[in-house]
Structures are given as structure tokens and as C-alpha cells.
């Protein structure tokens, strides 16, 4: 029996090494990079080389706690759950987060997040106290259509109950093709019941790009991040501001861009950064692998790009190529860091790595990774409306402790009902809370819940328009010709 457990597990081990080691990386970012060629199949006879051996007397540990853990743990042990976990541990100890196993439903919103396209109601959702939230309600969609909205609690999705189940999976089970039908079960903030809802799918655009025209000739872009026709999206709203007359400028929005598609970027570098270079790829020995230019000519207008904690990866090449080819000023808060770039490699069962092989360099050299860009002109802005779009807390009252507290009382203590940031909601915490719902006409007990969640954010949506410091900046320096001279305008 012991025999048959170990052959089995050998089987599992070494099948598990040829996919490491004989996968070929999926382009994820278009780079045109190819993996170094993997050997063909032993044949039937033909010896193990000493690296393979080596290879397996290094995983006999594995081996022996697999063994152990299936044979003696006191409750039934699922075999894929070991597996998947032992994978991501090994990651772990590279200790870079932006290395990691993808299971298929990760798989499947990975590849939805960068082509941009899918079949779904047109809903954005996380997972609060066990519950699938509505936080944002894609515009044109079935979800719109079907007066859904920001703070719907979704209980079920034909029939299946979402409770404890992760975003990925929910995400999953919303999703289908264009034209079918799904039937959802909300429970809404302040109705009295829940209710059922049937929609007809759609095939859903994630919008990354939108513009406007601001007044005297200013134009406004804003990119929520890269996916795969964020480039072209670009390319047609430039133009369609340049073809409408922006003369006085541009201001470029990347704030809380996390990044995506590294071609994309590119893209979208090679209409704003005049010739010449705009970053490089580096292997892990240092190599040049690859070297991204431009060919257009410098604007004729002024540019500026606001930029904050949360503007990271492919949203830093644009910002790093543009600040050090004096193509445009920072402005905002130092971003993120995160200069390395992953492929994502296939693995059987739907699964996959997303593996971190290159890091790339600004056209004068900087390596951003862990370090980020520093704004020409540094803008403070208030933790609270840097975080209010992702404060989904769920549930709190009087006696709770922690962060998600301290980030209710600073956003509390913004919308003018003052009360100390200290992360435990306390009783002057109950009090400016139960102003508010007062002053928003709900009910005023204190405690903070769904309905006053959605008061909130409409409070704070408000006052993000009219109060950002950091566009008022951006106004400021455009107005100012002075600021250009240094930029070879």
C-alpha cells in the first residue's frame, strides 16, 4: 500500500517538474520574449541526468511530508489543496509578491482584466463579511439597466448560494455568454426584503481610457489602467481633443493606475514622449533585452501628470519616460514602485504562474522597483479621499478596533464632523457618525452599516469633485508659462 502511494506520488512529482521546466511562457506582454528551449522527452531507457536526480533527492522532503499528511491527518485532506498550496510556499520564498500561482478561476479573471472583454452583467465586486458587494456599476450594462447599484449585497446566482465564496469564483459564476440569461438574489441597504432579479447577459468593455475637454483649449485624460485596446482608446481620444482644439494643454491622470499590459504603455508613451528612448528591459543579469523608443515629435502644449501612492508598474513607465525625457511635470504623491515585468506561463488543469522575468530601467537608467517616482511638485492629498473608493468595511460599531476604523473616523473628520483618528471607535466615533446619518436622513444609531456606507461615498464623490488639490495644481502650473521654459517649450 506504502509502495503504491509512493509510485503514485512520483508520478504527481516528476509530472509536476516537467511543468516547471518544459512550459512555454504565454506573451502576456507582447515583448516578443522566448523562453530558453527545454529538452526533448527521455526516451524509453535513456538515464536521468545528474540535474534531474539531484532535482529529486531535493524534493524528497516534499515527498515525505505528503506522504505523511495524507496517510495521518486526522481529517479527509483534498490532494489538488496540498499540491496548490506546497506551489505557492515554494513561492513565497522568493519573497516577491508579484510571483504566483494562478489556479483557473484566477486564470480566468486574470485574462478577462487584460482583454477588457467579457460576457457578464457589467458589475465590479468584492467580498465583505462573507458577502459578494456591488462597488461598482459599469455604465451601459445589464447591471445599469437593471437599477442595480453601489452596496447590493448579491446573495445568490441561480440558485447558488455566495456566501464564504471568493470574488474569482462569484465573478465566475456572473459571468456567461452574451445573451444568456442569470438570475441574481440582492439584498439591498434599507429595503425591507430581499429580492430576485433576471438578467440577460451582454457582452461587457471595460472602459480604461476617458477624456474631456476642460475650459480655454485644456484637455484631460485619465486611464484607470492598461489592458489590451487601452492604446488604440488612447490614440482616438488624443487625437480627438487635438482635432477639437487643445492648445493650452493636457493633464494626464494616472493616479491609481496599478499597471497592466506593458505594450499597452508603450503605446500610449509613444504618442507623449518626443524621440528617442522610453524604457529598457533588463534580465536577471543585468542584460539589455530590450529597448522601447519613440518617434514623435515633442507636443506643442504643455503637459502635466498627476500621479500618487497607488500609480504603479506600466503606469510608471509612461510617468518615468515622460518626466526624464522633460516631456511634462509630476504632479501629485511619490508612486508605488514596481518596475519588474511577469509572463504568465500555462500550466495543465487551467492553471497557471505568473512569473516575474524582467525589470525595466527609465531612459536615464532608474531603476524604480521599491524606490517609485518623486513628483516635481508633491501634493498631499487626505487618506481619505486617496481611500474612500476602496473602504468597503462591512458592518462596525462601538468597540471595534483597527484600521478600517481609523480610515472611518479620517473620512469623518473631512466631511467636517471632527473626531480623533485614534482606530478605535469609541463614543465621540458613535456621535459624529450618528450626525452624519442625521444630517443624510437615515436613521441615527451610530453604527455603521450598508445604507450609510452608500451615504458616505455619495458625500465623498461630491466633495472629490470640487476639492482636488492635486488637479487645482496641475491648473495652476499649465496657466503658468514660466514652468515650460526648462522643457525646451
Known sequence: MHEAKTGQFKKILIGFIILLIGTNLINYLLFGYKPKAVPAAMEPGEEES?????????????????????????EPVDRTELIHGAIRGALEALEDPQTSFLDSSDVENF???????FGGIGVKIVNVDDSVVIYEVIPGTPAERGNLLPGDRIRAVDGTDLTGLSVNKAAKLLRGEAGSSVEIAIERP??????????????????????????????????????????????????????????????????????????????????????GEIARLVDQHGQVRDIFYSIAPRKPYPLVVLVNEDTASAAEIVAGALQDRDAALLVGAKTYGKATVQHLVRLSGGNALQLTVFKYLTPSGRDLHEQGLEPDYPVPISPALRKYRQFMPGKLEQGSIGTDIQLLQEILSELGYPVEPSGFFDESTAAALASFQEDSGL????????????????????LAETGDVQ???????????????????
Do not use: C
Open 50 to 74: 545528474p540535474g534531474d536526480v539531484a532535482l529529486l533527492e531535493e524534493l524528497s522532503l516534499l515527498k515525505e511530508v505528503f506522504d505523511k499528511v495524507t496517510e495521518n491527518y486526522f
Open 111 to 117: 485574462l478577462v482584466n487584460t482583454t477588457g472583454t
Open 190 to 275: 434599507g429595503a425591507a426584503e430581499p429580492f430576485t432579479l433576471s438578467l440577460q447577459r451582454d457582452m461587457i468593455q471595460t472602459v480604461t481610457v476617458t477624456s474631456k475637454m476642460l475650459d480655454d483649449g485644456l484637455g484631460y485624460i485619465k486611464i484607470s489602467n492598461f489592458d489590451s485596446r487601452t492604446g488604440s482608446s488612447f490614440s482616438e481620444q488624443l487625437f480627438a481633443l487635438e482635432a477639437a482644439g487643445m492648445e493650452a494643454g493636457l493633464i494626464l491622470d494616472l493616479r491609481d493606475n496599478p499597471g497592466g499590459l506593458v505594450d499597452e504603455a508603450v503605446k500610449v508613451a509613444k504618442e507623449l514622449v518626443p524621440e
Open 443 to 462: 436613521a441615527a444609531h451610530g453604527r455603521f452599516d450598508d445604507l450609510t456606507w452608500v451615504q458616505i461615498r455619495e458625500a465623498l464623490d461630491r
Open 471 to 489: 488637479m487645482e495644481k496641475a491648473l495652476e502650473l499649465i496657466a503658468q508659462p514660466g514652468q515650460w521654459a526648462h522643457l525646451g517649450r
